[in-house]
């Protein structure tokens, strides 16, 4: 069998997997190798000189076999198709859409490619795709910074989808994909088009930097007894994540950069971390509500780090904050509140009202606070209809022997409505904006 493979790797009698015969399908059919039945090759590497380097795989206990075959180049800038980068050239231009034709299209400080981007930190010739109107595929050309997909450095080809982030050195570009197709007009940028999706200078590869460092600064928003507003109302802190990364200052940025990196239950580990480490400075009696993410597990991870901030602040008062889109299992959020009475960390639902109003699991697994949404606080003062819904659930959580909290205050008139109703605590601008512990 080692023979016939052997062989069989010999041109023209080769054969190439239909993933990358697709890929590849826009060069001229003679110069793809043709169909054996002895194995399965795979291209994993191009040279520029036309050379290609196949892999052979015919069983798991047979090793693998390479060789190299002459091919045709593929076809230069030519046709159109449907796929585009959206970027900036450089640091300081505006952001274009960048078409990518047919065949092999390549990226790199030289003159003599396609896409020319004067950075000294871009490699002569940095990156190259390679399109037909299904597929696109990148490679890194063995350049000094190395080509990022999503913030993973190339090691072998790859295939891209619509909305991916390609990194070559500094810049960053999105890949996109047409509709329709339209007939090219040389390698002209369009510089009308409004992309809207997301800004490309708040760059995946700087998110990275700010995880890895460590970098989130804790802003400490008040919440306040509504029994009494004096100086000494105070009844603990809502931590909220904040950086000073441009692009990134804000959690609704650094949380899409994580959903794009698919770390979004790390980060918001990190982010309870270093606000417990920051929050040392308190008094224990302080409450300190800690966030979570709704992609986190119940158990497991979230448990794990739950552990570890009890260690990290053995006396502190800590308070879990769900979100009501994370209470949806009666079972595992019961488990989850054991847990945490053995911890001795409280529990709050958050965003109560946002979606839906979760009456079941609040009657099965009752929290220690009833976070109410800031879109049932707002102009509340304006609107009977309203104030007679809350002052109902104020009656069902209040006989389950929950403390209430009404998010989003930022009126005296809102807060005085709050206060009538019966509302435990209030949190929101007008009480005392987040800002970092000094």
Same mark, same amino acid.
Request: with cysteine; proline share 7%.
């Given at each position: 069998?080692?023979?016939?493979?052997?062989?069989?790797?010999?041109?023209?009698?080769?054969?190439?997997?239909?993933?990358?015969?697709?890929?590849?399908?826009?060069?001229?059919?003679?110069?793809?190798?043709?169909?054996?039945?002895?194995?399965?090759?795979?291209?994993?590497?191009?040279?520029?000189?036309?050379?290609?380097?196949?892999?052979?795989?015919?069983?798991?206990?047979?090793?693998?076999?390479?060789?190299?075959?002459?091919?045709?180049?593929?076809?230069?800038?030519? $046709?159109?198709?449907?796929?585009?980068?959206?970027?900036?050239t450089?640091?300081?231009?505006?952001?274009?859409k960048?078409?990518?034709?047919?065949?092999? !299209?390549?990226?790199?400080?030289?003159?003599?490619?396609?896409?020319?981007?004067?950075?000294?930190?871009?490699?002569?010739?940095?990156?190259?795709?390679?399109?037909?109107?299904?597929?696109?595929?990148?490679?890194?050309?063995?350049?000094?910074?190395?080509?990022?997909?999503?913030?993973?450095?190339?090691?072998?080809?790859?295939?891209?989808?619509?909305?991916?982030?390609?990194?070559?050195?500094?810049?960053?570009?999105?890949?996109?994909?047409?509709?329709?197709?339209?007939?090219?007009?040389?390698?002209?940028?369009?510089?009308?088009?409004?992309?809207?999706?997301?800004?490309?200078?708040?760059?995946?590869?700087?998110? =990275?930097?700010?995880?890895?460092?460590? =970098?989130?600064?804790?802003? !400490?928003?008040p919440?306040?007894?509504?029994?009494?507003?004096?100086?000494? $109302?105070?009844?603990?802190?809502?931590?909220?994540?904040?950086?000073?990364?441009?692009?990134?200052?804000?959690?609704?940025?650094? !949380?899409? $950069?994580?959903?794009?990196?698919?770390?979004?239950?790390?980060?918001s580990?990190?982010?309870?971390?270093?606000?417990?480490?920051?929050?040392?400075?308190?008094?224990d009696?302080?409450?300190?509500?800690?966030?979570?993410?709704?992609?986190?597990?119940?158990?497991?991870?979230?448990?794990?780090?739950?552990?570890?901030?009890?260690?990290?602040?053995?006396?502190?008062r800590?308070?879990?904050?769900?979100?009501?889109?994370a209470?949806?299992?009666?079972?595992?959020?019961?488990?989850?509140?054991?847990?945490?009475?053995?911890?001795?960390?409280?529990?709050?639902?958050?965003?109560?009202? $946002?979606?839906?109003?979760?009456?079941?699991?609040?009657?099965?697994?009752a929290?220690?606070?009833?976070?109410?949404?800031?879109?049932?606080?707002?102009?509340?003062?304006?609107?009977?209809?309203?104030?007679?819904?809350?002052?109902?659930?104020?009656?069902?959580?209040?006989?389950?022997?929950?403390?209430?909290?009404?998010?989003?205050?930022?009126?005296p008139?809102?807060?005085?409505?709050?206060?009538?109703?019966?509302?435990?605590?209030?949190?929101?601008?007008?009480?005392?904006?987040?800002?970092?512990?000094?």
């Amino acid at each position: 069998m080692r023979q016939l493979l052997e062989k069989s790797i010999q041109p023209p009698q080769l054969v190439v997997s239909d993933q990358l015969v697709r890929v590849y399908r826009g060069w001229p059919s003679s110069g793809l190798p043709k169909v054996s039945p002895y194995g399965t090759l795979n291209v994993v590497e191009s040279h520029r000189r036309g050379l290609w380097k196949l892999t052979a795989v015919i069983a798991p206990d047979v090793p693998m076999l390479t060789s190299h075959i002459d091919a045709p180049e593929p076809p230069t800038v030519s $046709a159109p198709t449907p796929w585009y980068l959206a970027g900036a050239t450089s640091p300081d231009s505006t952001i274009h859409k960048i078409p990518i034709p047919a065949g092999r !299209f390549q990226v790199g400080r030289g003159t003599d490619v396609p896409l020319q981007l004067c950075l000294p930190s871009i490699s002569k010739r940095h990156a190259e795709f390679v399109a037909t109107d299904d597929v696109l595929c990148v490679r890194d050309l063995q350049s000094l910074n190395g080509t990022y997909v999503n913030g993973k450095r190339l090691t072998s080809d790859m295939l891209l989808d619509e909305g991916d982030v390609v990194q070559l050195s500094t810049l960053e570009f999105r890949v996109g994909r047409d509709q329709l197709r339209e007939p090219l007009s040389g390698l002209a940028m369009d510089r009308t088009v409004d992309f809207g999706i997301v800004d490309l200078r708040c760059t995946l590869s700087d998110f =990275q930097k700010l995880m890895e460092a460590r =970098q989130v600064i804790p802003f !400490f928003q008040p919440v306040v007894r509504l029994a009494s507003l004096s100086a000494s $109302a105070l009844f603990g802190y809502e931590i909220l994540a904040r950086s000073d990364w441009p692009g990134l200052t804000v959690p609704k940025d650094m !949380f899409e $950069a994580a959903e794009r990196l698919e770390v979004e239950a790390a980060f918001s580990v990190l982010c309870r971390e270093i606000g417990v480490e920051v929050s040392r400075t308190l008094p224990d009696s302080c409450a300190i509500f800690l966030n979570t993410h709704p992609r986190e597990e119940l158990h497991h991870g979230l448990l794990a780090s739950l552990i570890k901030l009890r260690e990290m602040a053995p006396h502190k008062r800590l308070v879990l904050e769900l979100h009501e889109r994370a209470v949806t299992n009666v079972r595992q959020t019961m488990e989850l509140r054991a847990c945490l009475r053995d911890l001795e960390i409280e529990l709050a639902y958050d965003d109560f009202g $946002a979606g839906q109003a979760r009456l079941l699991e609040l009657s099965e697994v009752a929290p220690d606070y009833l976070k109410f949404d800031i879109s049932l606080i707002r102009k509340i003062h304006l609107s009977n209809q309203r104030q007679q819904l809350v002052a109902s659930l104020l009656n069902v959580a209040h006989s389950l022997g929950i403390a209430t909290l009404a998010e989003g205050v930022e009126t005296p008139d809102e807060l005085g409505v709050c206060s009538e109703l019966g509302f435990t605590y209030a949190q929101g601008y007008l009480l005392g904006r987040p800002a970092p512990l000094l």
